[in-house]
């Protein structure tokens, strides 16, 4: 029974889980969305949402506090350089997961998850300056 247990384990061990959880975190952070399952994005939507909050501050101490955590140093230097300040004025909610359907291999729901604030393209900042 899981009386008191408070986090899902997905089936894996702790190794395998927080290596999926860095991987599946930094692909999101450098592609800003990702499609995977509901059980992996609800799982790690509170690790995002810490690293983002983390981020906004900006010092050096915080930046190499991700580094530490994120295996690759372009996903660490583009949330603290572009996705954090984004979110300046937001205090929480970074992310929004939307559901697809589900998959036909094996009815898993299927969600793309993504940052609710997109950057914006040189389309856009040219229209805005003029």
Known sequence: ???????KTLGRNTKQRKAL???????????????????KAKAIRRIVEKLVKKAKKGSLHVRRQILAFLPKKEAAHKLVDEIAPRFSKISGGFVRIMRLGKRRGDNAMMVKMEFIKKAASSKQQAARKS
């Open 1 to 7: 029974m899981r009386h008191k247990k408070n986090k």
């Open 21 to 39: 959880f860095k991987s599946l975190i930094q692909s999101l952070i450098i592609h800003e969305q990702v499609k995977t399952t509901e059980a």
